[in-house]
């Protein structure tokens, strides 16, 4: 496991992020998997989402419950104003916890983020459950 004390830590964040994943950002870490406790590490750069009450919508997702329910957790996103925007991503690892959810930014005409970033890798993060 990488070691998350060097990282910028977004535990006291009030509202959720992307992390758009690229090599020559920041090192990113967030406190995820509700009473897990897990501190993943992801590279990229910081993107503040306004959408709403994300974090209340998708407490208490976990790897299971986002295995099991792919369709109802994208459908979740789409109505929170990221309709298109983002798409639930597998990796090939333990894609999910909560508070630090696998995605595809999809398109990035709503002036959230530069147009570059579309189709690029990002981690969905916010204020863990616990």
């Known amino acids: 496991m990488e070691n998350y004390e060097d990282a910028i830590q977004l535990w006291n964040m009030e509202s959720a992020a992307l992390i758009v994943l690229d090599e020559n950002g920041a090192r990113y870490s967030n406190q995820v998997g509700g009473t897990a406790c897990s501190h993943p590490v992801a590279v990229g750069f910081l993107v503040p989402l306004m959408c709403g ?11 299971a419950t986002l295995e099991s329910c792919r369709e109802d957790a ?17 990796t090939g690892e333990r894609d999910f916890h909560e508070a630090w959810i696998h995605v595809t930014i999809k398109k990035t005409d709503h002036g959230m ?10 981690i969905l993060t916010y204020p863990n459950s616990d």
């Open 53 to 63: 009450d994300v974090c209340e919508r998708m407490e208490g997702v976990s790897h």
């Open 74 to 90: 994208q459908a979740e996103l789409d109505s929170m104003g990221l309709d298109g925007v983002l798409e639930l991503r597998e």
């Open 113 to 122: 983020m530069p147009d570059s970033y579309a189709g690029r890798a990002a």
